[in-house]
């Protein structure tokens, strides 16, 4: 997903937990590659697989929750109606960016296979903005602050990649200027990407 995976685990299955979550990983960066790379709909009935049609469903939510200013079809025209499940039709000039959401996302589905595993602990840090622990970790955030946590995900968001403004306020119809930087604790990895993407937007 163009970032850096890491995972520390341990227990019986840590060796087969982290061989599932590598291979996810990859598998999911193969499936929205095309997303990333600018695709943009001619007017098409897309089928997909169930995780593509979960973070589909899962990114119309959100936008709607938010009042549209988590908006991930915010590069393009339109957006997508789910016919049936698996079954997307894109409108011409609709496009999809599932970076804001992409990596929670992977780790709710990640988090759900570890509660059939027998594993002790475990810490994934997905690109260093998208983190879950299970059992207690303690990690430096950018601002230098020690967290302390348990059992939960934090997620961070900054206006700035690479000194280049990435966040997009669909709103005002521009990026986010400055150098602004906030990060949540929630229970869910998805919810996280959004309320932290939010918090930039709202700062």
Partial sequence: MGTI?????????????????FSLANGM?????GFWDGWVSRGETLYVDSLTDSLLVLSIYYYKKTDGIFNPFYKGKGFPKRLEKGIWYFPKGCSFDPGGIAKGFALDVFVSI?????LDSFLINFGGSSIYGKGVWKIRLPNG????????FVSSSSSLRDNKPHIYDPKRGRYIGGKK?????????VEGDVLSTLKVILR
């Fill in 5 to 21: 995976l890491e995972i520390e685990v341990y227990g019986e299955d840590a060796e087969a937990f982290a061989d599932t979550v």
């Fill in 29 to 33: 960066d193969d499936l929205w590659r």
């Fill in 114 to 118: 570890s509660k059939g595993l027998k």
């Fill in 145 to 152: 602050e020690l967290l302390t946590f348990k059992d939960v």
């Fill in 181 to 189: 930087w906030e990060f949540v604790i929630t229970t869910s990895g």
